[in-house]
Structures are given as structure tokens and as C-alpha cells.
DNA sequence: AGGGTTGTGCCGTGAAGCGGCACGCTGTAT
DNA sequence: ATACAGCGTGCCGCTTCACGGCACAACCCT
């Protein structure tokens, strides 16, 4: 079924580089024109894209990808537990609270309560979470199994920050910190100005399947802060990762 | 394309049903079932499903939607627009923000801000407003020519609580009201314990393309708040709209 | 032990997607 | 004023590749 890939390649194309025209489009995707064109009205008759009405024709996606996103963490009911649990954070720290899920080799950021105080940077939903340059991320690969870490390192490390763990080195012994106490951190090693903790959730398989974070401007990351949230975060992780397993159990039948 | 259209219809069948087998979903569909399994393939080969590992297999979808529906709101950066405007609204009233954008003829929420209260309601993004029964939806249709109204009316107007406005002409009085004050009200007309104001975002073309509005329980809406929160979201969606005329203006030359 | 249902894979046929091509249009450079 | 290059759109014959009936092994309840 290659049309339906190049289908899809060309809607995620659109995305990306909207609002585009066919030419454009085509020239990116190194197809025919006219394929691309077919494409497009056919996602278009399917209500994924739409033309903005301009001539010449300009295409942008319509919201129909967030209605089928939204529930992506439907599997378990991994939102109505977790956010919960996510508003007591919130409560307690009044800073912005994270939940990512793990989805092959990457984190990706679900859902998100903000602080009420002055935000610098809100993410978007969807925003794939660099898995040694963020707290999230590290709090999963230290829950995983070695293996899945050193395959991950196998990749290199690339560095955003100079505060970026690019050491492979220097992340183990990092990750068996986080292990150890049960939560780990981030200071601004993808951005300057974001620092956060987190902790991860574990699945009934006994591999973590989300994780969750309290994310605070460098500038308000305290030495005492961090231990403070830290345990408050990984407490919070533990009590969803049992709710999860009690209701999975009760899904699965006793 | 047919097959891409079935292809993009078993992918929101899937979302919906999730977690959800092979057989199933052809009874769903109506289609035979080893078309049905090739394009779950097709569709994990794109990576936006995946199987859950169990046996037997059930399949989910993954977060690719999102990254997708995240760029929904970028055609005239209104996203990066409208959150300054959105946070300040935030820090002035302390409720919870949304941002929707028109679509079709429905409202969909794209973003969201929170009150740090206690007592809130969180929408998923991606949720459908409804026209007639939101504050939201009210703003638009009282910012859409007449014309428009009349054509949303003709498909009857459903109703969700006892508040809910079904009588086209009540509705037609309470757009009138809403064009004239400038904001738009909603009092529980969708769910008992949801209140909200709302005001419409006007893009270069003069007709409105997205809307924000303050939403609170309705138990924390008193006489007086109304028309504070009023007055406040209606010169929120103002900068808004100038902001975003002005950006248009660049990008299209002068 | 058995009937039903599951997920998976094969394969011949025919429909339908592919892509080269041409058209009308717009905006720019000559 | 004219030529030209780029655009979006539509046609149409060839060939491919998706369709769906069918078979099979594994699994679950009786």
C-alpha cells in the first residue's frame, strides 16, 4: 500500500511546512506533481487538510489529527489517572507539571498543567522530549533495562546546552544517581532556562510506560528546591504506576 | 485513493476503539478482514499505530497524530499569538483560558491555560465545542454574517442541560446581545457546573477565526464577575486579532 | 474433545492509481 | 509590450498493486 504511506508522508510534509502549495510539496517528497495533487484532494475529502482559500492554492492541516491524538493515552487510562495525581503536584509545587509517554526510543510530552507564575517557555503537546537531555527522559532509561540504555548511547549523545551530559560515561553514572534516588533531574541541559525533576511511572510489565515531571525556570531551581519536588514527584509517580496496575487488573479479569 | 481513505478512516476507528483487534474492527468497518489487516500494517509501517505486544494482538494508536494536530493552529502563528495574550488573561482572573479555532462549522479547542483553583474542568485538546452551548461557539456565530447563523440553526439545535438555548429565536436575541456588548456568555447550557465568556478572534478577511474564553464552575460565576471577565477576554480577542493582522500584513509583503 | 473465533498469510483477478503531458493563468524579467 | 517561467489543475492509457475470498494454526469457552 505505498499510496497510503506517501499519503501519510505527505500530510505529516504538510504539517511541517504549512501552508504549502503542490509544487512546493511535491518537489519535497521528490514525487509527481500530479500524484501529490490526487494526494491532496484525497486527504482533503478525508477532512485531514484543507486549502486555505487563497490562489494560489495553499494547504494546511485541520484539527482532525488532535481529535485522534488526544487518545493516544487512552491504552490503560493513563490521563484519568494520572492527572489527578498531577493537580495534588501541581498544588503543592505551583510550577508546571509534565506527562510523557514513552513511544519506541522516545518521550513524548501528553499532557501539561501550568504554574500560575510568570511561564517562560510552554511546550506543545506532541513535542518529543530529548531522552538524555531532559528529566523525563532520563527518568525512563534509568528505569529500563541497561541494554536499552547503552543502545541508546550507541546513537551518541548530541549536546544543546554546555551543561548537555554528552559523556556516555558520565550519563551511566548519572542514570545510577537517578536510580538510587529515585528521580531524576535536569538543568538546563536542552535549554538554558528549563530545569526540572521526574520520576517514572512502571507499567505492569515492570518497564516504565510514562513519566511524569515538575519543570521550574533555572532561575527558581534552588538547591533546596530540587530535593524538595524530587521527592514529591517520585512519590506522585509511584502512586499512579500502582493505580495503574490496579486497574489493568481489574481490565484484564482479577 | 480509496484505499487511503479507508486506511485513514481504520486509523480514527482505532483511536476510538483502542485497544482493539483485527476482526473487530472490520465488523466496525464493514470490511473484509484481511484488507482491514493490511492497512493496520500499511499504518504501523507509518508509525501511527502500533500493537500492544499482547496476544492477541490489539493495536493503539501513538502519538504521531499529535505531532501532526500540534501545527494545526500555525497558519498565521495565531499559537504564539495569542498565548502572551492568554497568560496576561490568565494572571488577571485566575480561571482556566481556552483557546478554539474555527473549523468548518464546528469550534475545536487547541489550548489551554488552568486556573491554579482548585475546582476546574479540563477539556482534552482537540474536544469539539458546540456551537449553540458554548461561549466559544456563541462568539463566533455572533461575529459570522447572519447567513451563517441561519444555516447552523436549520440543522435544529440540540439539547444538553436545561439552561441550553434550543429555541432558534431566543438564540437569534442572544447573538444580538452578544454582537452588542461585544462578549458572549455561556451558563452551564452544556454541562450544569461550566460557565464560561467568550470572544471571537477576527482574521483579515473580517470574519472570525478563532475565539477565547474564560471558563469557570458555575458555582465561582457570580453577577459580578460576568462582565468583568467580559470585558476583559473581549480586549483580549482584540489585540488578538490586531496582532494578527499586523503579522499577516508582513508576511504577505507590506 | 469440539465448535467457534481469533490473527495471519497466500494468490489470481480486475479495478484504480500512476505519472507523463497539456492547458490556462499569474507574476516577473526582458 | 512581450516572452517566459512558474504555478495549480485536469485528462487518459498503461500497468501495477490492492482487493477479498479462502485456508490454516492457535486459542478460548463451553
Redesign the pocket.
Known sequence: ???VL?ALRALEEVAVRQPI????LARAMQ?????V???LVTLREAGWIR?TGSV??RWVVTTKALHVGRHATDELGLRDIALPVMEELRRRTDETIHLAVREGGNVVLVERLETSQPVRIILPLGQNLIMHASANGKAVLAADPPEAAERYMAHGLRDFTDTTITDPVRLRAELAVTRERGWATNSGEWRPDVSAVAAAVIGEGGLPVASISVNVPTSRMSDEAGPVYGALVSEAAKRISTALGRAHEESTGR
Open positions: 500500500m505505498q499510496n506517501n502549495g503542490v509544487a512546493d514525487l509527481p506533481k500530479s500524484s495533487q490526487r494526494t486549502p494560489p492554492t
